[in-house]
C-alpha cells in the first residue's frame, strides 16, 4: 500500500500546490476561507471514494476511470472516456513541465546559471522518460525521498507558525460560512479540487499491487485524507500567519502570489528553510510530472491491450514489465508539445502549465462524473454484487450531481481562470468533447471490427 500512496501523493505534488495553487486560490477565490473550502472538497472525494471503493473489487483493471466506464455504462462510454483520459493526464503532465522548467531556471539563474526554461523542460522529460521505462518500484522509491521532504519542510513552517499564533492569535475564521462564501467561491473550488489530481490513480496499479481489494482501497481513503487534513491545515496556518484581514490585502501586493509561502518562511522560520523550500518546490514539481507520466502510460498501454489503440502499445517490457511502449509515446509527445511552446515564444506558466492543467482538470471531473454515474449503472445491473445500496446508489448519485455542477463552473469560467480568453477559451475546453467523440467513433470501429474485444472492454486481465 505504501508505494501505491506515495505514487499517488506525489502526483497531488504537495508542496506545488501549497506554494502556487494555495495563494493564487486565496487571491482568485475566497481569501482566507480558502481552508474551509479544503475541508468541503476533501469531504466530497471522501464520498465520491465510497462508492468508487466499492466498484473497484469487480474492477480489477489498470485503465481506472475507463475501465469503470466501460463496465458501468458500456464499450462507447469506456472509448470516450479512454480517450478523455489520455488527454487529461497528458495535459497534466506537459503543463507541470512548463512551471518545472520556468521554476528550474529560476533556481539556477540564482546560482549563476543561466539557461531557458526548455532546456530544464527537456531534461526533465529525458529522466522522466528513463524512469518511467522501469519498473513501478524504481519511480516509487524516487518519489517517496521526494515527497517526505516536501511533508517535513512545510510542516517545519505549519509548527513555527502554529507555536507563535501566526500574526494575530490563532483563529477559526477561515472555517466560518461567510469566509468560505466570501468572493468567488466556485474558483476556490476549482483550485482546490486541481490539488487532488492524481489521487484516484490507486486503481491504475491494481494489477500491480499484491492484494487489490485490500491494498487499494485503504490506499484510496489514506490518500484523500492525508492530503486533504494537510492542505486544509497548512492553508489555514498560512492564512493566520498572514493575518486573516491582512491576507488578501498582502496577496494582492505581490507581483508573483507563488512567493508568499516562501515569505512567511522567511517571517517565521528563517531563510534556509526558505531555501530549502526553493529546491524542494522544484523537486515537487518533478515527483508530480513523474507520477503523471507513469498514469498516462498505462492509459495508453491498456488502450492498446484492449485494442482500442493499435496493440503494438499495449505490451509490457520483458524485464522491468512497465507499459515501455506507452511511455516512450508519452516522453515523444511531452518533447513536441514543448518545443511547439518554446518555438512559438509562449510563456511557460502563463501558457503552457495554465491552460493545460485547466483542459487536466475539467478532464479528470468529468471522468469522476462518469465513474459516479458507471458506479450506480453497475450496481443496479448487477444486484448480486450489491454491497449497500448507500454506498453503490444513493453516494455514486449525490457526487455525480456535485461533479456535474463544478463541471459546469469550470466551463462558464474557463477563460478566467486560465488566462486565455477569446478563441481559446472555448478552444480549450472543448479538447475534452473533442476526445470523447474520437474515443466513442475508435470504440465504434472496434465494435464494428471486433465484437469480442469490444464487449470485453474494461474486465480484468485473465489468467
Known amino acids: 500500500m505504501g508505494a501505491i500512496t506515495f505514487m499517488v501523493i506525489s502526483a497531488a505534488a504537495p508542496l506545488t500546490a501549497v506554494a502556487g495553487g494555495t495563494p493564487l486560490g486565496m487571491l482568485m477565490g475566497n481569501g482566507a476561507g480558502f481552508a474551509g473550502t479544503y475541508l468541503i472538497v476533501t469531504l466530497l472525494l471522501l464520498l465520491f471514494a465510497v462508492g468508487y471503493v466499492a466498484m473497484s473489487r469487480h474492477v480489477g483493471n489498470a485503465g481506472a476511470f475507463y475501465a469503470y466506464a466501460a463496465r458501468g455504462l458500456g464499450g462507447l462510454a469506456g472509448g470516450a472516456t ?19 522548467g520556468a521554476a528550474t531556471a529560476g533556481l539556477f539563474a540564482g546560482w549563476g546559471i543561466n539557461l531557458p526554461w526548455w532546456v530544464w523542460s527537456f531534461v526533465a522529460i529525458a529522466i522522466v522518460a528513463v524512469l518511467g521505462y522501469r519498473q513501478v518500484d524504481l519511480s516509487a522509491k524516487i518519489l517517496t525521498v521526494l515527497v517526505l521532504a516536501e511533508y517535513v519542510v512545510v510542516l517545519i513552517l505549519d509548527l513555527a507558525i502554529l507555536k507563535t499564533g501566526g500574526d494575530s492569535g490563532l483563529s ?32 491504475i496499479y491494481a494489477e500491480e499491487a499484491r492484494d487489490p481489494k485490500v491494498t487499494i482501497p485503504r490506499a484510496t481513503y489514506f490518500s ?20 486573516v484581514d491582512k491576507l488578501l490585502p498582502e496577496l494582492q501586493g505581490l507581483q508573483d502570489p507563488t512567493t508568499f509561502l516562501f515569505g512567511l518562511s522567511d517571517r517565521y522560520a528563517g531563510t534556509m528553510l526558505s531555501h530549502a523550500m526553493s529546491i524542494l518546490f522544484v523537486s515537487s514539481l518533478f515527483a508530480g510530472v513523474l507520477a503523471f507520466h507513469n498514469a498516462v502510460a498505462r492509459y495508453i498501454y491498456v488502450s492498446g491491450r484492449e485494442k482500442l489503440l493499435p496493440q503494438t502499445i499495449g505490451v509490457t517490457h520483458i524485464v522491468h514489465q512497465s507499459p515501455h ?9 511531452a518533447a513536441v508539445v514543448v518545443g511547439l511552446f518554446a518555438v512559438l515564444g509562449l510563456d511557460p506558466v502563463l501558457a503552457l502549465f495554465s491552460w493545460l492543467t485547466n483542459v487536466a482538470t475539467l478532464g479528470v471531473i468529468v471522468m469522476m462524473a462518469v465513474a459516479s454515474l458507471a458506479v450506480v449503472i ?49 478552444f480549450l475546453p472543448a479538447l475534452v468533447l473533442i476526445a470523447a467523440v474520437v474515443g466513442l467513433v475508435l470504440a465504434s470501429a472496434l465494435k464494428s471490427r471486433d465484437p469480442v474485444a469490444f464487449a470485453e472492454l474494461g474486465q480484468p486481465l485473465k489468467d
Open 82 to 100: 479512454a480517450l478523455i483520459a489520455i488527454l487529461s493526464y497528458n495535459a497534466m503532465q506537459i503543463g507541470v513541465m512548463g512551471l518545472l
Open 172 to 203: 477559526a475564521a477561515p472555517f466560518s460560512w461567510s469566509q468560505i462564501t466570501s468572493g468567488a467561491p466556485a474558483i476556490a473550488i476549482l483550485f482546490c479540487f486541481a490539488a487532488f489530481i492524481g489521487f484516484e490513480a490507486t486503481t
Open 224 to 243: 484523500v485524507i492525508l492530503i486533504g487534513v494537510f492542505y486544509m491545515v497548512t492553508a489555514w496556518l498560512m492564512a493566520v500567519g498572514a493575518g
Open 325 to 333: 511502449v506507452a511511455s516512450v509515446i508519452q516522453s515523444v509527445l
Open 378 to 426: 453497475f450496481f443496479r445491473a448487477n444486484p448480486s454484487s450489491q454491497e449497500n445500496v448507500v454506498k453503490t446508489t444513493i453516494l455514486p448519485g449525490l457526487t455525480f450531481i456535485a461533479f456535474v455542477i463544478i463541471i459546469y463552473l469550470i466551463v462558464i469560467n474557463f477563460g478566467s481562470l486560465s488566462g486565455a480568453g477569446g478563441f481559446l477559451g472555448v
